[in-house]
């Protein structure tokens, strides 16, 4: 069958199809076929069902058919960092690089060029989801939402709130300015299809408790999700403990605030450090980690105990912290998450064991995906988001199962393989 271009969100793709169906489990069908209605997946199936019969086919026979994948966790303006200043832990790293970096997004000129970059990569990319930190700036925010929006992705996009321990250039004037920036901003967001807004304290040393106050009381007005930092340096632990000498650890200190999960869908980059009542805390909470194991290296960070993590019940997902991370792709995210959980096994002495390809692509497609809804699968009902991976370029002189040639798919996989690219149903590449 001669491939046909899809120009509607009811098509059907024909290759061979890898999706989690848990955690531990891969569902894997060569030769497969793949059925969107009106932008969500209909289900897989081995042949095309009769009522289905009449849309169009996309034929990708041999090649791997994904969903798309989703990234928790980066920091839009850092974009032009990457790999810079990599032998400097955080804070330093922020204070040196981060911050008079973040500053010049008060320029819209310089803004748009930076953020245009940035979408372009992630454009041809394997990941269809993500959810970014921005600046302090209004305006530079809302050209980030308009470029992502012509891009096609779905994305959650924050304009940062600092009014306290960072640089004059980008400081908030007080927790009033702040809170009523964010306002102003949040009342100009309503007209975006792909892009939703999300609160971003950036993390508690930069927040004062008064604009954590207002930022809990807007996040009711407006219903929205919370994004924003903890436990990932022990310098920055022990820093919030002095600020914050009452709360029983760094996630309770955005619990005193009521802006720590329960009913409002939150995100918590990194985790590194987190110990049992935090983590006790998190799955009370369904408190989403997302866990950035390229970063955590690249910082000195640590290792984060995600085998613990998934044991409790803590919702799981990738990031790829650009630009403590230097890839955007979360195929890479992967692989560092199976390389870090292996290093923390062996030199903190842990018994949990390390995580397995079944695992790192549940995190980054169905585990990270399901902050955004039902994403990240081809179950029925799913938004349609996929990837179609060209892998013969590295098949070796011996057959592989389908879940091996997923294994190296996501270990050797990089944007020249990626033939197509669906987000809700739409053709984006």
């Given at each position: 069958?001669?491939k046909?271009?899809?120009?509607?969100?009811?098509?059907?793709?024909k290759?061979?199809?890898?999706?989690?169906?848990?955690?531990?489990?891969?569902?894997c069908?060569?030769?497969?076929?793949?059925?969107?209605?009106?932008?969500?997946?209909?289900?897989?199936?081995?042949?095309?069902?009769?009522?289905?019969?009449?849309?169009?086919v996309?034929?990708?026979?041999?090649?791997?058919?994904?969903?798309?994948?989703?990234?928790?966790?980066?920091?839009?303006?850092?974009?032009?960092?990457?790999?810079?200043?990599?032998?400097?832990?955080?804070?330093?790293?922020?204070?040196?690089?981060?911050?008079?970096?973040?500053?010049?997004?008060?320029?819209?000129?310089?803004?748009?060029?930076?953020?245009?970059?940035?979408?372009?990569?992630?454009?041809?990319?394997?990941?269809?989801?993500?959810?970014?930190?921005?600046?302090?700036?209004?305006?530079?925010?809302?050209?980030?939402?308009?470029?992502?929006?012509?891009s096609?992705?779905?994305?959650?996009?924050?304009?940062?709130?600092?009014?306290?321990?960072?640089?004059?250039?980008?400081?908030?004037?007080?927790?009033?300015?702040?809170?009523?920036?964010?306002q102003?901003?949040?009342?100009?967001?309503?007209?975006?299809?792909?892009?939703?807004?999300?609160?971003?304290p950036?993390?508690?040393?930069?927040?004062?408790?008064?604009?954590?106050?207002?930022?809990s009381?807007?996040?009711?007005?407006?219903?929205l999700?919370?994004?924003?930092?903890?436990?990932?340096?022990?310098?920055?632990?022990?820093?919030?403990?002095?600020?914050?000498?009452?709360?029983?650890?760094?996630?309770?200190?955005?619990?005193?605030?009521?802006?720590?999960?329960?009913?409002?869908?939150?995100?918590?980059a990194?985790?590194?450090?987190?110990?049992?009542?935090?983590?006790?805390?998190?799955?009370?909470?369904?408190?989403?980690?997302?866990?950035?194991?390229?970063?955590?290296?690249?910082?000195s960070?640590?290792?984060?105990?995600?085998?613990?993590?998934?044991?409790?019940?803590?919702?799981?997902?990738?990031?790829?912290?650009?630009?403590?991370?230097?890839?955007?792709?979360?195929?890479?995210?992967?692989?560092?998450?199976?390389?870090?959980?292996?290093?923390?096994?062996?030199?903190?002495?842990?018994?949990?064991?390390?995580?397995?390809?079944?695992?790192?692509?549940?995190?980054?497609?169905?585990?990270?995906?399901?902050?955004?809804g039902?994403?990240?699968?081809?179950?029925?009902?799913?938004?349609?988001?996929?990837?179609?991976?060209?892998?013969?370029?590295?098949?070796?002189?011996?057959?592989?199962?389908?879940?091996?040639?997923?294994?190296?798919?996501?270990?050797?996989?990089?944007?020249?393989h990626?033939?197509?690219?669906?987000?809700?149903?739409?053709?984006?590449?």
């Open positions: 069958m001669e046909t271009a899809v120009t509607s969100r009811d098509f059907i793709l290759g061979d199809i890898c999706y989690s169906k848990t955690k531990d489990a891969l569902d069908r060569e030769k497969g076929v793949l059925v969107c209605t009106a932008g969500k997946s209909a289900g897989v199936f081995s042949e095309i069902p009769a009522q289905y019969k009449h849309l169009p996309a034929d990708f026979t041999g090649k791997l058919i994904l969903p798309g994948l989703a990234d928790l966790h980066i920091h839009a303006p850092q974009f032009a960092l990457r790999s810079l200043g990599m032998d400097l832990e955080l804070l330093d790293w922020l204070a040196t690089f981060v911050f008079p970096e973040e500053a010049k997004y008060h320029d819209l000129d310089y803004s748009s060029q930076a953020y245009t970059a940035l979408i372009e990569d992630l454009k041809k990319g394997p990941n269809t989801r993500s959810c970014l930190f921005a600046t302090v700036h209004t305006p530079a925010t809302l050209k980030l939402m308009d470029l992502l929006e012509a096609g992705l779905v994305c959650m996009v924050g304009k940062v709130n600092m009014d306290r321990h960072c640089p004059d250039s980008i400081r908030e004037k007080d927790a009033e300015t702040s809170a009523a920036a964010t102003e901003w949040l009342e100009q967001c309503g007209s975006y299809k792909n892009i939703k807004p999300i609160l971003t950036r993390f508690i040393p930069s927040c004062t408790d008064d604009l954590m106050r207002r930022l009381a807007l996040q009711k007005r407006y219903h999700p919370l994004q924003s930092h903890l436990s990932e340096n022990q310098r920055e632990i022990a820093w919030v403990q002095e600020l914050c000498p009452k709360s029983a650890c760094y996630g309770d200190a955005y619990s005193q605030f009521d802006l720590f999960g329960g009913e409002i869908p939150t995100i918590m990194h985790c590194v450090w987190s110990e049992d009542k935090e983590i006790a805390l998190l799955a009370k909470q369904k408190v989403y980690v997302a866990h950035c194991p390229q970063s955590n290296s690249n910082l960070s640590g290792a984060a105990p995600v085998r613990r993590f998934l044991e409790a019940g803590v919702p799981v997902g990738l990031g790829s912290d650009v630009a403590g991370g230097a890839h955007t792709s979360i195929f890479r995210a992967m692989t560092d998450a199976v390389q870090v959980s292996k290093l923390r096994r062996r030199l903190i002495g842990q018994n949990d064991a390390p995580l397995s390809l079944e695992e790192v692509f549940y995190l980054g497609t169905l585990g990270g995906g399901s902050f955004f039902p994403v990240g699968s081809f179950e029925a009902g799913y938004e349609f988001d996929a990837l179609v991976l060209e892998d013969a370029g590295f098949a070796p002189p011996f057959k592989l199962s389908l879940r091996d040639r997923l294994e190296r798919a996501v270990y050797l996989s990089d944007n020249s990626i033939k197509a690219k669906y987000v809700r149903g739409i053709a984006i590449l």
